[in-house]
């Protein structure tokens, strides 16, 4: 296969000048709902839905703008101001508007505007809801800074500023331990993955002379491939933290501990996707290093399979869906690994996932929002006949993350199947080997997310009372609540062969992954791969059909096989943490602590107290008697003498 040469960037003119405003009209609503205080509390909310939507209509206008121009010109860097002058070290902060980063543009607004509606009624009774949007609006601006930047530098800021806003809205009922727990969790391993981005862009600075993308980008050719690797591996430490990707995945499941809505909109649809976009948008480095790319598609294909385990033995509706979106962008990291092939196809199942996985975080919401915030499925059962607009909204993101056609999953999932089967020169396991994992992954993913839509909305009821003891009513979400259910709904059904229509989402991208030629045909034909694919996808449901819809579905938890209770607890994977990171550190901060008290603090206190020994001593000759001191005086002279006469005997 070959690959056409990426665009090079134009400066922005006409309305793509008006960029600025994508960050800044959230950034304001923020900043605005902080510091306006409880006097906006009857507002604030709506304030905080206004803020994305208006940034979805500048969105829009920049899209059709960019449509109107050839393919080599929709490449736009907005200049912003000076940022960093430094001796003959520059920076500008400026903005990089393109296929890529519109992509991303419009579907964190989008999505979030109607999380943010939903929002409105899921946080109705909490009496800081204002604040809530306040973190929502900072979050879309961070984000929006992360996807819009045109330097490794300034997305680094606005990827803190989305690990700032995960991390408030984690803890947002921080009087729950749980919450603050996975909020401090969360944070620690994402600072893990920063410092590999940070090391990334000292490597760059080091070797290009700046952190820009065109500088770094046009650099790449006189790179050494060593350098590069490492430059390679270190952005992918980066995405790993962000992407929960193995090994720093630990941390997703606990999250769910927070408000739903930012479980859709953070940890489903947006912030959990930006180390994706780091790897696409990084292309250029990778593409120059194929070691550092083959590492992107083995961690992809690992965490791939170990989401899809983990989500099989989950009974917690929010973190089945949570260990889903772990394996989802495993598929993902798994397509941009494959290198140009399959960058334009993880970029097309990201924006297919965000829809439909959103939309069934927002339905879990509702489950929850109907049965007392309950989460356990094994209390659930039969509540398709009670809440309607959920089953069948939950039903499309369901048949969506299957891949059954026409839904949204089949036209991106089966896109990467089919590039992962691909042969590569001197390396023809790679097909089989990738090829395999991402279709194990699809018969996987038919099965655990069965398991969680049979468990909740079919078979039978299998509720508990209410604390006091009264009986569980089931029942529909308001309307606020439903109508994002709904387009969310819609997108999972028809979103996917939208995008794909005359090559639609991949010609787009074109300008930034580039034009892919087919020169190879995969090791297996596309017709029989679609029938596998289906067969294992059939066969899961089924098998999840049979065991949780017309079964008994055990109330507490059966002792299972040793893998179903391995991953029952994320495969151990807290335990592993804690054995190589946490006790070591622990044992290595007790032993420094011992080391300064002793060695250290010893020194120097064993110093004063050998000062204060020979002050004590020198002090018993001081008795204030001039016999005394006449006698010492005599001695002295005495001791002198001898030593100066000595020699002459």
Known sequence: MGQDTIAAATPAGGVVALGW??????????????????????WGHWLGVLAPGLSFVVGLIALTELLGRPAAERVVDLHLFSWI?????????????????????LLVTFVGTLIHVYSVAYMEEDVDRRRFFAYLNLFVAAMLLLVLADSYLLLFVGWEGVGLASYLLIGFWNHRTPNAVAAKKAFIANRVGDIGLLVAMMIMFSTFGGVSFTTVHAGVAGASKGTLTALGLMLLLAACGKSAQF?????????????????????????????????????????????????????????????????????????????????????????????PIGYAFAIF???????????????????????????????????GRYMKITWVTFMAGWLAI?????????????????????PVDGSPWRAWVFGTVALVGAGLTAFYMSRLFFMTFEGSKRWRERADGSAQHPHEAPRLMTVPMIVLAVGSVAIGFVL?????????????????????????????LMV????????????????????????TPPRATVLTRAARVDLYQDEVNDALLVEPGQHLTRSLVYGDAQVVDGAFAGLAKLTVGLGSVVRTFQTGYARTYAATMLVGVVVLAVIVLAPRF
């Open 85 to 105: 002058p430094a001796g003959a070290f520059t920076l500008d902060a400026g903005l990089r508007l393109d296929p890529l980063s519109l992509t991303f543009v």
């Open 247 to 339: 090994p720093l995945q630990s941390w997703l499941g606990d999250a769910m501990a927070g408000p739903t809505p930012v479980s859709a909109l953070i940890h489903a649809a947006t912030m959990v996707t930006a180390g994706v976009y780091l790897i696409v948008r990084s292309a250029p480095i990778f593409d120059a290093t194929p070691d550092a790319r083959l590492v992107v598609a083995i961690v992809g294909g690992i965490t791939l399979l170990f989401g899809a385990i983990v989500g099989a033995a989950k009974d917690d509706i929010k973190k089945v869906l949570a260990a889903s979106t772990m394996s989802q962008i495993g598929y993902m990291m798994l397509a941009a690994g494959l290198g």
């Open 21 to 42: 405003l994508l960050v800044a009209l959230p950034a304001l609503s923020a900043a605005v709902l902080l510091l306006a205080g409880r006097r906006s509390d009857r």
């Open 500 to 528: 794909q229509l005359g090559g639609g989402l991949t010609g787009w991208l074109e300008p930034v992954t580039g034009r892919v030629e087919h020169e190879a045909s995969a090791v297996l034909p596309v017709w029989l």
């Open 349 to 383: 199942h990201l924006v297919t996932h965000g829809f439909f996985k959103a939309g069934m975080f927002l339905g879990a919401g509702s489950v929850m929002h109907g049965m007392d915030d309950q989460v356990d499925m094994r209390r659930f059962g039969g509540l």
């Open 402 to 422: 299957l891949g059954i056609p026409p839904f949204s999953g089949f036209w991106s999932k089966d896109k990467i199947i089919e590039a992962a089967f691909m």
């Open 532 to 555: 596998l694919t289906l067969a294992l996808v059939v066969a899961g449901v089924v098998l999840a059909w049979r065991q949780y819809a017309t079964a008994t579905v055990p109330l």
